[in-house]
Structure formats: C-alpha cells, structure tokens
C-alpha cells in the first residue's frame, strides 16, 4: 500500500473549506476536495481518489501543484488539451470532442 503525500499548509482546514463553499465547477471542488482530504485525513492516494471520483494520477497531479503553486493552481479555469499542453477554454474542449467525429 503507498503512502499518503504531504500537503503544504498554503492554506488551514478552515480556510480550504471557506474555499470549498465558495467554489464554482465540479472539478475545482474535487481539486479542493483532494487537498482537504490530503490535509486533515491522510491516507493512501488510491483511497482519497476513491473518494473523489478522481484517478490516482489525478490527485498526485493536484496535490504536486498544490504543493508547489499554492491555492492559485486550484482555481484556474482552464483545461489542458493535446500532446502540446495548449489551454482552452472549458466549454470549447467540451465542443472539440464533438468537433472530430
């Protein structure tokens, strides 16, 4: 079984939920979901991306960027989309799926 990934105290328990509360987006609240999770139950990747919804991959994503950008990487509001890591905007990678068919 692997180890539960520290977090950063960017942020308290308190203000991650203030956070959580005022959070627009399914995939924002699941990014601050995964740090509240990390921050104050510890556990195992597997079982906080279990909880989440999320794969493993995605919340070792999360925490990493958290860890290293602070609370600003949760917020932002753009999706990464092919190879090249370009940004789009969430409603046109929606779009684009449709697009290549």
Known sequence: MREALSVDDHLSPDE???RLQ??????R??????IY???VDPRPVSEIAKHTGLSE??????IAEYNSSGPESLEERTMRA???GRTVG???SMFMVHEKR
């Open 16 to 18: 991650i939920i203030t």
């Open 37 to 39: 999770n990390a921050l």
């Open 82 to 84: 092919g190879p090249v």
């Open 29 to 34: 609240v699941q990014k601050w979901l995964v």
């Open 57 to 62: 991959g995605t919340v070792y994503r999360i």
């Open 90 to 92: 969430p409603l046109r």
């Open 22 to 27: 005022m959070t627009g987006g399914s995939f």
